[in-house]
């Protein structure tokens, strides 16, 4: 049962301000304790939306319900330790860190600094994840850290570096949005994933110019109902395609901002001939969608364009498009698109992807990625490796190299040329990676397996050491959501039993390890320490503190100085390349690396619901969201359940080349014929990256979550599948 | 590696650039006779009905620094047993592999005064007002002699002229289409089909005169004037398009002694049989399969023979086979007119194995689809005047997905998801429906706080969560509380 909302929603003056454990939007909330709560699984915080320029007060279900995840029933309270009999037991927290202690100095010895692998998080706070990424580099000496938001961002930061030289996420606030006469958003099904980020639309759909694509009729789709806009759905695969053909008409009829090419970009030529082989006919068989559309998609984006006397146009890319092996590729041609109209780095247009962790903005900036270090600097360019071994007090020689990013970092686990111990902090790969049972077999060949979980997540149970860790609303810090903008998280309650913040354990560790200062537990001080390491990087938070964010509120960054106002409008004045231009860069469409084949004829998507959130650890402990979702399932058209002669809600057996599992179908004229979608958040027989495959994009690392050629067959016997977690029980050698 | 491409077209080009991408080591020459970059011929019907900007035509090219490209300069011979090609200005170029890209040209028909008198029939350039569409000269000729409007008579209706028919008459000219032929674009076209094309032809304001062919021209001081038909009209005419189909050019191979048909013979390998370092692709090519005359065919052939020169661990080798069925896909780039075909359309016989055949022809909605499914594919189609399902069953055709059991369905919906379906009304719904999708809310719970005392959605939301997420069910909160208050007489 949900908490009753009190009847002074807002007005709270005793609750905390701070905001939600989920998604990238961050929405505003006021936690206020409960007296007597705890007991009996009553709720020990209330939850109201908070009025803010992001949410506008709105919460989903996901945010209203998010206290009861801070009771949930198998909360972990106390560090577990496996013993020789394979059985987790509860220990104590100097015999957990000792035991970490001894192990990874077993590995680093035997095997070098490379032997320990950290996997992060995109939920973790900055303060997190900037400790994280130091303990990798200046405690263990390791170069291998990445981590789960490789699969969320890193194909939109690696276009948008290239092609803008800037990722912040959307370089515009949000309220923005509600002027503009034209949005074009591609593979993002905000209306399920962070629903209150709608408001922002209510503009643009009054205007009719709201554009989605996706290959299902989802709930953000179905916005565009009524006159409110236009819905795209493309075969699977095929967005590049669309964006081509979008990037032909403009170019074919002259529909582009001259003064703004000319003034701040390069490259025109080029990208003229990629997009000349991409005519809306050509691309209409390719794609599926009638060329008639595409030809108006693009004029009425160009019509929206200031070059042209519309009131403003974004283009805003999602998973969709960019979980792709040419996910860079995808949102280049986005950029690319942006760029042509004049909509980059100017007031009331723009072009920005939508993040999808709380914090996978944040995560990215300040070290979980493989190749970077805090302030969005880069780990292989010699000035910033000095400007961050100066503050952190170490010689510049002494930081590793780059790593490798999360897929092939999983993949190497437990080889002989791999690292042999992994500590995980803030994800749950096991669902969440593709091809899981790969992931599976890489952790079980490891030595230590070290996990930092809130409760016991299917990747915490195969953990040799588990550490509890705090909860959002049990902890300090600040996280920087999918405008950019840094906001801070509060403190409303104390963490139950031994859960310890992961700085705390960072520092505990680190001392063990012969590291005994530069690890605070407190995460004010981590933050101006952070502040510092990324002074004069490009995610320059330089000018803020704990202090200035709680006085002032949230601020954009870059925020150079303590005086600076911070940066709600990035790229206005240029871009931050070496000549001050935007690059149009030429794309190539390629197809997927999974193609449809004879026996895999059709295409499987996998995405989100509504009331779960990414691999579910959280969502699935809250009864009311368990209850509304509770277990995986198909959803295919009618046409297909016809083909293979199911109803509604009779079992499916799905296979790919990675594997095969077996789910009911949920029947459905929402979706292509050809398209069959799982959401991704469950474990066990109904884990949909059993299905997806590892091959990534070469630029980005990225994985393509998005399309993997499938067999779809009857399975009619009655499987009773057990939703029973399997805990893999592994000998310690 | 030292290879020469002759040819610089849409074909020519792409293998090219892709050849220089894949094997940094090759040493490439392109020699191509038009002086322009390589360009979209595709598109030039879309630049005649001014729909495309003839400047934003060109196509990705091999850059000077992987190749040496000679542009507008010919290749008079080839020497095979010295392996070399020898251009206009007399220079010889050494190669190990030679790919022919040299496409083809526009037919000319042989029409009584057509070409200006005197010289020989071959060579004497056509009288003024008279022109192919084969190349960007041709389309600015047009564009120059029909600036929004004339007399326009175009020959032949296959898939270009009608292309030139619709596009010239969207820009107001005055068109004549004249087909050799009782059905248009008979190649592709049944009876039916064609006649319903004709329909939508003559709906956009062109004459279409079928069976009947060009018998002469009147060009008094050089400049057309009149176009004489077999069925013994006389057409006033600014302009003249000959739409009458292709000619390989295979001068250059012949002269080598390379077996030629109507295009250069090649092997599955796109080798030609009688000398295995000389190979052929696009429009000048025969394959075994058959030329398609679409430009996707040489594309395709381009990237295969790239693969199969891959620079890799092993021996190189053959190009596999031609991958996809999307290469006899036709689509017919006229405004207002949806027109795709696809596949080979043969009558089936009775038999529980044979092909599937449906069809759908409704003339007075000028729509007609014909589908045929074999082992559950749709393996060829016609589609006219419904344009999402030409999308969705050329996608469906290119890709080979699973067509639905009974293929009447092929016809009767679109195959993608369908539109979006906009929200229920408040009135519609049932108490245990679900108005507000973000929180779980039903329309029982809203209802029942509208009953307990909430009067507006902020204090329904409040008590309920309702409309809190996304929002857009705060207009069916108002009309429950609207309508609540129609119930109830308001308290004076």
């Known amino acids: 049962m949900p908490s009753t909302p009190s009847a002074s929603a807002g007005t709270a003056p005793s609750g905390t301000a701070t905001h939600c454990p989920y998604c990238a939007l961050q929405c505003a909330q006021t936690l206020t304790p409960v007296a007597g709560g705890g007991a009996d699984g009553a709720p020990v915080l209330t939850v109201e939306g908070r009025d803010f320029p992001t949410n506008q007060g709105g919460l989903c279900r996901k945010g209203w319900t998010s206290a009861e995840v801070l009771t949930a029933p198998d909360r972990l309270t106390a560090p577990q330790l496996r013993g020789a009999d394979g059985v987790l037991r509860e220990v104590s927290w100097d015999a957990a860190l000792d035991h970490v202690e001894a192990r990874l100095r077993e590995q680093r010895e035997r095997r070098g600094a490379d032997a320990v692998a950290v996997f992060g998080g995109g939920g973790l706070t900055n303060e997190k994840a900037y400790a994280l990424g130091k303990f990798t580099r200046v405690v263990l000496g390791s170069r291998l850290i990445d981590y789960n938001g490789r699969f969320c961002m890193s194909a939109a930061a690696t276009a948008s570096n290239r092609s803008l030289g800037l990722d912040r996420g959307l370089p515009f606030p949000l309220p923005d949005l509600a002027g503009a006469d034209c949005v074009l958003l591609l593979g993002s099904n905000l209306a399920a994933t962070m629903p209150p980020f709608v408001q922002h639309l209510e503009g643009v759909r009054s205007r009719g110019g709201l554009v989605v694509t996706d290959p299902r009729g989802s709930a953000t789709a179905a916005l565009t109902a009524e006159g409110a806009g236009v819905h795209l759905a493309p075969v699977p695969g095929t967005d590049l395609v669309v964006l081509l053909a979008l990037l032909h008409v403009v170019l074919a009829e002259d529909l582009v901002d001259h003064e703004y090419l000319a003034a701040r970009t390069t490259g025109l030529e080029a990208l003229r001939a990629s997009a000349a082989a991409w005519w809306p006919e050509r691309a209409e068989a390719v794609c599926g969608v009638p060329a008639r559309r595409l030809r108006q998609v693009a004029r009425m984006l160009a019509d929206a364009s200031p070059s042209r006397g519309g009131r403003g146009a974004y283009v805003l890319t999602g998973r969709g498009v960019e979980q792709s092996t040419q996910g860079t590729a995808t949102v280049t041609a986005a950029i690319d698109l942006a760029l042509l109209l004049g909509l980059v780095g100017r007031r009331g247009s723009g072009y920005g992807p939508l993040t999808g962790q709380g914090n996978g903005q944040g995560g990215r900036e300040h070290g979980l990625k493989a190749d970077q270090l805090p302030g969005y600097r880069k780990i292989t360019d010699p000035e910033d490796r000095a400007h961050v071994a100066a503050v952190w007090g170490v010689d510049p020689e002494s930081l590793p190299g780059p790593g490798v990013p999360a897929v092939e970092l999983l993949g190497m686990l437990g080889r002989p040329v791999g690292p042999s111990a992994l500590i995980v902090c803030g994800a749950n790969p096991v669902v969440s990676a593709p091809d899981v049972s790969r992931v599976r077999e890489r952790l079980a060949a490891l030595d230590l397996l070290v996990v930092m979980d809130t409760v016991p997540s299917e990747t915490a149970l195969l953990a040799d050491v588990l550490l509890p860790v705090t909860q959002w609303a049990e902890e300090e810090g600040t996280m920087t959501n999918l405008e950019g903008r840094v906001i801070r998280r509060r403190r409303a309650r104390e963490a139950p039993g031994g859960a310890r913040s992961e700085l705390w354990i960072l520092r505990e560790l680190a001392a063990r390890l012969g590291v005994p200062t530069g690890f605070p537990a407190e995460a004010s001080a981590v933050f101006d320490e952070l502040a510092r390491a990324s002074a004069g990087g490009r995610a320059d938070y330089s000018g803020l503190s704990h202090e200035r964010l709680d006085r002032e509120g949230s601020m954009h960054w870059p925020v150079p100085g303590p005086d600076h106002p911070g940066t709600p409008h990035a790229l206005l004045d240029g871009f931050p390349t070496a000549d001050g231009r935007a690059r149009l860069l030429p794309v190539t469409h390629e197809d997927p690396a999974d193609p449809l084949r004879a026996d895999a004829p059709l295409h499987l998507v996998t995405g989100r619901l509504l009331e779960q959130y990414q691999s579910g650890a959280q969502t699935r402990r809250v009864p009311s969201l368990l209850a509304a979702r509770p277990a995986a399932f198909a959803q295919m058209h009618p046409l297909l359940a016809d083909l293979l002669g199911i109803e509604d809600g009779e079992e499916v057996l799905l296979r790919t080349r990675s594997g095969e599992l077996r789910v009911p179908a949920e029947v459905t004229e929402e979706i292509r014929p050809d398209t069959v979608f799982m959401p991704f958040h469950y474990p066990g027989e109904g884990s949909a990256n059993l299905l997806t495959g590892s091959a990534t994009d070469p630029l980005s690392g990225m994985p393509g979550f998005k399309v993997t050629a499938l067999e779809v067959l009857p399975a009619p016997r009655p499987v009773p599948v057990p939703d029973v977690v399997t805990v893999q029980q592994r000998s310690i050698v | ?492």
């Open chain 2, 1 to 492: 590696m030292r290879i020469v491409v002759i040819g610089h077209g849409m074909v020519g080009s792409r293998v090219a650039a892709d050849l220089a991408a894949a094997d940094p080591g090759a040493r490439l020459t392109v020699l191509g006779q038009e002086d322009h970059d390589p360009y979209n011929r595709v598109q030039l019907s879309s630049v005649v009905a001014g729909k495309a900007d003839p400047a934003a035509l060109a196509l990705e090219q091999v850059g000077p620094e992987r190749a040496r490209v000679l542009r507008g300069v010919r290749a008079v011979r080839i020497d095979r047993a010295s392996h070399l090609v020898h251009d206009e200005l007399g220079e010889a170029h050494p190669y190990d592999r030679l790919v022919l890209a040299t496409g083809s040209a526009a037919r000319i028909p042989d029409v009584p005064g057509l070409r200006a008198p005197g010289g020989a029939a071959e060579e004497s350039p056509l009288v003024d007002g008279v022109s192919p569409l084969k190349d960007l000269d041709d389309a600015e000729r047009i564009l120059r002699r029909c600036d929004g409007g004339g007399e326009v008579v175009v020959l032949g209706a296959g898939v270009l002229g009608i292309e030139v028919a619709t596009g010239l008459a969207g820009r107001g000219a005055r068109v004549t289409l004249v087909h050799h032929r009782e059905r248009l674009m008979e190649r592709q076209l049944d009876r039916d089909a064609s006649e319903i094309v004709h329909g939508a032809l003559e709906t956009l304001g062109i004459t279409v005169v079928t069976s009947a062919s060009a018998t002469g021209v009147d060009a008094p001081e050089g400049r057309l004037e009149t176009v004489h038909l077999s069925d013994g009209s006389a057409r006033p005419a600014d302009l003249l398009v000959l739409c009458t189909g292709t000619v390989p050019q295979t001068a250059l191979a012949e002269a080598a002694g390379l077996e030629c048909g109507a295009g250069v013979l090649v092997g599955e390998d796109l080798a030609c049989p009688g000398d295995p370092d000389v190979f052929a692709i696009g429009d000048c090519a025969q394959p075994p399969e058959g030329a398609s005359g679409l430009v996707a065919q040489g594309w395709e052939q381009a990237r295969r023979l790239v693969e199969s020169w891959r620079p890799r661990e092993e021996e190189s080798r053959a190009p596999g086979p031609p991958r996809g069925t999307g290469g006899d896909l036709v689509r017919v780039k006229a405004v207002g007119l949806a027109l795709v075909t696809m596949g080979r359309i043969e009558r089936p016989g009775p038999g529980l194995h044979a092909p599937r055949s449906v069809r759908l022809a409704d003339p007075s909605g000028g729509r007609f689809t014909e589908v045929v499914v074999h082992e559950g594919r749709l393996v060829a189609a016609t589609i006219v005047g419904d344009e999402d399902a030409a999308a969705e069953l050329s996608a469906a055709f290119t890709l080979r997905t699973p067509v639905p059991r009974d293929p009447v369905h092929l016809l009767a919906r679109p195959l993608a998801a369908r539109a979006a379906a906009p929200a229920a009304s408040a009135a519609d719904m049932a108490e245990d429906d679900v108005l507000c999708q973000c929180n779980g809310v039903t329309k029982g719970t809203v209802c029942a706080a509208v009953a307990g005392g909430c009067g507006s959605t902020a204090e329904v939301s409040r008590a309920t969560r309702a409309g809190t997420g996304c929002g857009t069910c705060r207009s069916r909160i108002q009309e429950l509380l609207d309508a609540s208050r129609d119930r109830e007489p308001a308290p004076v």
